[in-house]
Each structure stands twice: as structure tokens, then as C-alpha cells.
């Protein structure tokens, strides 16, 4: 019997990596990339394959089309084809808009939009073809509502947004499901730049008084991967009720 397979972008630490291991650990073969770190990645296909499961990985920038191309062919040729879209591959810059260069502005749209825009370009014509498939991308709250020094970021997850309710109206009649999680804080290195002060105000402003774990996001993707094929085109808020 044909093992299901996840494509999770951005998997080697932080939330893609909990959630290729929710995946694994759900008997599902696993597609996992990263940009530039390649000893970590190494070391999540080993955990990964521990579940008696199969992995590949790929070390390339999934903001570039050329590169998601080359991962998507030998993907497909280990695996077939590709159940689950993860998109998560991203990155945060925090500062005032005025000191965003052009190069930071193209860098982060392309590493968090434009990344979503070349695997659903790869990814969904089989799924047409197959009339199935789900793909859930991981947002952020900043893009509904926008983050102050935040601009670029906020503008790359609101675009995420507004993508995900688009191509869920397009793919509905093929039985594709297309919804995206946007996470409040949640407990990785991206947050590690505030200091101890910074980041108990931080959880005082958020009700449930803490941060989000990584496995909270990969157990709700997994969720939303398994679950309601009615449950489409939605942006839903994982974040201890703070937005």
C-alpha cells in the first residue's frame, strides 16, 4: 500500500521541523528542505526515518522557481506524487520601514510568498489531475492585522492571506482544500532576539499567558491535513487569543 507524502518547506528546526515529525510519526513519507542548513536537516531525516518512514531532503531556496523546479522532479521521482503542501519556509526582519532596503524587502517577499506561489505552481496541477490534495500554509497574525517595524513581514503573510483565500476558490471544485494557519508567538529562534524584559511583555499581552509550542502548530496542521474537506479558504488564528 502507497504511503501518503508531505511536502514541508522551511523543516529544518522551529515549526516545519515539528511538523515533519507529526507527519513522520503519522506514517507519512516526508519531503523536507531548508536554505542553508544542511547538518541540521541531516539530522531531522534521521529522526524522521526512525518512525520506519521515508524522507528526502533538499537544500535550496524555495523563493527560487528554477530551484523548487529540481526539488519537486526528484521528489516526485522517490515518491510519486505529493498529498500534502506544507509551506512554511520563511523569515522575520524586524526594524523601522525607512531602514528596509530594496534588497531585504525583495529577500523576505520572496522567501515568504513568492516561495508559496512556485510549490503551488509545481504541486497542484497533479493534485487537479487526481482531484485531491490539501495545502496549508503557515501565516502569521501580523498579516491580518500588520505589525508595527514589521512592515515587510506583514506585507509577505498578508499576501500569504489573500493567496490562500483565492486559490481555495479556484481549487474547491477539484476537492482541494486550501487553508492557512497564522500563528501568533510561538515558542523558536525567530523570537530568540528579545531579551528577557521584551519577552515577559510580550506574554503578559497574550491571555493565555504564554507562548505557543511548535508541537501545537504541527498536531492543528496535521488536523487540518486529516480533517473537514469543507473547511476551506480559511485564515485561522493560533495564538492564545492575543489578536
Known amino acids: 500500500m502507497r504511503r501518503n507524502t ?19 510519526k503519522e506514517g507519512f513519507n516526508v519531503i523536507i528542505n531548508c536554505a542553508h542548513h544542511e547538518n541540521e536537516l541531516l539530522l531531522v531525516k534521521e529522526e524522521l526515518e526512525s518512525y520506519n518512514v521515508s524522507c528526502f531532503t533538499f537544500v535550496g531556496d524555495m523563493g527560487n522557481f528554477e530551484e523548487v523546479k529540481h526539488m519537486i522532479t526528484l521528489a516526485k521521482q522517490q515518491f510519486g506524487n505529493i498529498d500534502i ?3 512554511n519556509a520563511g523569515i522575520s526582519h524586524v526594524g523601522l520601514f525607512t531602514d528596509t532596503d530594496i534588497h531585504t524587502w525583495n529577500r523576505i517577499i520572496a ?10 505552481n509545481l504541486v497542484v496541477p497533479d493534485m487537479i489531475a487526481r ?16 505589525a508595527s ?3 515587510a513581514y506583514s506585507a ?10 483565492a486559490l481555495a476558490k479556484e481549487l474547491a471544485p477539484s476537492n482541494i482544500q486550501v487553508n492557512a494557519v497564522a500563528c501568533g508567538a510561538i515558542d523558536t529562534r525567530m ?15 497574550i491571555p493565555a499567558n504564554r507562548l505557543g509550542k511548535t508541537n501545537e502548530v504541527a ?25
Open 6 to 24: 508531505v511536502l514541508v518547506t522551511g523543516s529544518s528546526r522551529g515549526i516545519g521541523k515539528a511538523i515533519a515529525l507529526k507527519f513522520a
Open 191 to 205: 523570537n530568540h532576539f528579545l531579551n528577557e524584559e521584551e519577552l515577559s511583555a510580550l506574554i503578559e499581552d
Open 219 to 243: 498536531d492543528f496542521v496535521f488536523q487540518l491535513a486529516a480533517g473537514n474537506d469543507y473547511l476551506n479558504g480559511q485564515i485561522i488564528h493560533l495564538d492564545g487569543a492575543w489578536i
Open 85 to 87: 503542501l506544507v509551506n
Open 149 to 151: 517595524c514589521e512592515v
Open 111 to 120: 522567501t515568504n510568498l513568492t516561495s508559496v506561489y512556485n510549490c503551488c
Open 131 to 146: 482531484q485531491k490534495g490539501k495545502i496549508i500554509n503557515i501565516s502569521s497574525v501580523w498579516g491580518s492585522v500588520g
Open 156 to 165: 509577505s503573510k498578508g499576501g500569504i492571506n489573500a493567496f490562500t483565500k
